[in-house]
C-alpha cells in the first residue's frame, strides 16, 4: 500500500514552495517561502526513492530518519512524520527554514545525482513541524521524575537550547546564563526574520521555560557572576557561548565611520524587528537607508547583510568576495535569492583599503585571480597588480567571519585549555574540557559553524552530562 505513495521522482517533478515576488519581499522581513499545501507536502514527499543507502541522512549533521519521515508525509500520516523528526532534532522547524540543505542532505539525494532533481527535503521538514504547532501535536516537555543534580548552561543559542531540552526531558534543573536579554543568540539577533521569523525561535524558547528551563538574561560571565561561582552551584556546566568576536582587516582607512561589523548591523536591524529602541540604527550608523552599501565576505553572514540592506532601502547593495562564486561558502540559494533582490555580487575582488578619511566614501578594491590549490585544495587568489579601482560606499559591512573571545583571561580560569585558534579545547566523544565536570559544545569548539551541528554537539554533551552527573562521587580516603 505504501508503495503507491513513493518512487513518484520519475513523473513528477522537483518543486520548491512558492517564493513572493522580489519586489514585495525586499520591503519586509517576512519569511520569502510560502507554505506548501498538504497535497504538495505530500506529492514532493513522495518523490523520495527510500535508496537501501540513504546518503541525505548520512550527510545530515543530525542523521534525522528523513526517508522514513519523507515517506510518512506522502502518506498523509503528519503527525507521526513530526515525531519522527522531533526524535531526532530539537528544532526541525527552525533547520527546515535555514540549514544550507543544498549542502547537506538535500546536495547528497540519490535522484539528484541521478538527474532528477533533489527532494525538497527542508521545505517539507518546516512543513510538517508548522504543523505539529498548529495543530497541538507539540507536547509539553513533562518528566518521568524530577532528579535533584542541575546543570548550568551558559549561551542561550542552538547548542545551549538543544542541551537544556535533553536535560529537561531527563528531569535535571537547568539554568541557562546569556549575555543578551532575549535567548536564542544568532537564531534571535543574527539571522534576519526573512530567512527565520523570530516568533518561530520565541516559541521554542517558551516551550523550554514552560519546561522549567531557568533563563538568566543580561548576564556577562567574567562581570555580573563569575565562572567559579556557576560551578559551585551545578553539578556539571556546559559552555556553549558560540564566538563573537569579528575578524578584523588591516587596511588604510579601517577606522572611519561607516565602516562597521556584521553582527552589530544585523544585531540592530533584528532589535528594530522587536519594537526595540535602537539608537545606533535611529542614528543611521547602522542603517542603510539612502546609501550605497558594500559588503565584504562571501559566507552565509554576508548574504544576510546585503539581503537586509535591500529591505533597509539602500540605493545599491554590492558584495565584494575574493574567489568566484563557485568557491564561496555561502548557500548559493542564498545568492541567488540576493540576486532576485537587486543585490550586485563583484567576484574575485577584495579590499586594499577605504577612501574618506574620517568618514568613509568608497573601498580601494584590487581584483583578483584564482592561482594554485592551498592544503586544503581550494584555488587560492591572487593579487591582479595594477587593476586596483575605487567602490563608492557611505556603508561598508564587515562579514569576514567570526573568531572565538579568550574566555580563560575573560572568565579568570586559566586551566580551562583551548586550541591554538582559541576555541575551548573538549574531548571529540564526550565534549568534557580540561575542567572536571565542564563541558563544551557548538562554535566555541568548532569554530563558526552551522546551526544544526551546534544542535548535534548540545544534544551530544547533554547525553554526555547525563552521564556525568549519574556517577557516584568519588570521596577521598583519609
Known amino acids: 500500500m505504501a508503495k503507491q505513495h513513493m518512487l513518484q521522482f520519475v513523473t513528477v517533478t522537483r518543486e520548491m514552495p512558492d517564493k513572493r515576488p522580489p519586489n514585495l519581499r525586499a520591503q ?6 510560502q507554505e506548501f499545501a498538504d497535497r504538495k507536502a505530500a506529492e514532493q514527499a513522495g518523490r523520495c526513492s527510500q535508496c537501501g543507502v540513504p546518503y541525505c541522512q548520512s550527510h545530515c549533521p543530525l542523521h534525522n530518519n528523513i526517508p522514513d519521515w519523507l515517506r510518512l508525509t506522502a502518506e498523509g500520516r503528519l503527525q507521526e512524520a513530526y515525531e519522527l523528526s522531533q526524535a531526532t532534532n530539537t528544532f526541525p522547524e527552525i533547520c527546515g527554514r535555514i540549514c544550507p540543505q543544498d549542502r547537506l542532505c538535500e546536495g547528497n539525494c540519490v535522484i539528484e ?20 504547532w498548529e495543530q497541538g501535536w507539540v507536547k509539553p516537555i513533562r518528566p518521568a521524575e524530577e532528579r535533584a543534580e542541575s546543570v548550568g548552561i551558559i549561551g542561550a543559542g542552538p547548542g545551549g537550547l538543544a542541551a537544556a531540552d535533553v536535560l529537561r526531558r531527563r528531569g535535571v534543573q537547568v539554568t541557562v546564563y546569556d549575555r543578551y536579554d532575549r535567548a536564542g543568540g544568532l537564531m534571535t539577533y543574527g539571522i534576519p526574520g526573512f530567512k527565520l521569523e523570530k516568533p518561530v525561535v520565541m516559541q521554542r524558547i517558551e516551550h523550554l521555560q514552560a519546561a522549567g528551563v531557568q533563563f538568566i538574561q543580561n548576564c556577562n560571565v567574567g562581570e555580573d557572576i563569575s565562572f567559579d561561582a556557576i560551578r559551585g552551584q551545578h553539578d556539571a556546566v556546559l559552555i556553549a557561548t558560540g564566538v563573537y568576536k ?23 536591524s533584528n532589535r528594530k524587528g522587536f519594537g526595540d529602541e535602537v539608537e545606533a540604527f535611529d542614528s543611521g550608523e547602522l542603517n542603510a ?23 533597509q532601502g539602500a540605493v545599491s547593495v554590492r558584495c565584494l568576495y575574493r574567489r568566484d562564486r563557485a568557491n564561496m561558502p555561502g548557500s548559493q540559494r542564498e545568492v541567488a535569492n540576493a540576486e532576485e533582490e537587486g543585490v550586485d555580487f563583484v567576484w574575485l575582488s577584495a579590499p586594499r583599503g577605504f577612501t574618506g578619511g574620517a568618514v568613509v566614501d568608497g573601498v580601494i578594491v584590487q581584483r583578483m585571480r584564482l592561482g594554485a590549490p592551498d592544503a586544503s585544495g581550494r584555488q587560492m587568489p591572487e ?9 563608492p560606499a557611505d556603508l561598508v559591512i564587515m562579514a569576514l567571519g567570526f573568531e572565538p573571545e579568550e574566555i580563560p583571561a575573560l572568565w579568570g580560569v586559566p586551566d580551562l585549555a583551548v586550541t591554538r585558534w582559541g576555541t575551548i579545547k573538549s574531548d571529540f566523544r564526550t565534549h568534557e574540557t580540561s575542567l572536571p565536570g565542564v563541558f563544551a559544545a557548538g562554535d566555541i569548539v568548532r569554530g563558526a559553524s552551522l546551526v544544526v551541528w551546534a544542535i548535534r554537539d548540545g544534544r551530544e ?18
Not at 519586509?28 to 517561502?33: L, M, R, S
Not at 597588480?385 to 567602490?391: I, S, T
Not at 547533554?462 to 583519609?478: D, H, T
Open 113 to 132: 545525482q541521478s538527474g532528477h532533481g533533489t527532494v525538497t527535503i527542508g521545505a517539507v521538514e518546516k512543513y510538517i513541524t508548522d504543523t505539529a
Open 461 to 478: 554533551a547533554a547525553e554526555s552530562i547525563l552521564q556525568y552527573i549519574a556517577q557516584p562521587v568519588q570521596v577521598a580516603a583519609e
Open 289 to 311: 537607508l539612502g546609501k550605497r552599501v558594500v559588503v565584504i565576505g562571501g559566507g552565509d553572514t554576508a548574504m544576510d547583510c546585503v539581503r537586509t540592506a535591500v529591505r
Open 28 to 33: 519586509d522581513f517576512h519569511e520569502i517561502y
Open 383 to 391: 593579487v591582479i597588480e595594477g587593476a586596483d579601482y575605487v567602490e
Open 246 to 268: 569579528a575578524r578584523g582587516l588591516a587596511a588604510p582607512g579601517i577606522g572611519a565611520a561607516g565602516i562597521v561589523p556584521a553582527l552589530d548591523y544585523l544585531t540592530a
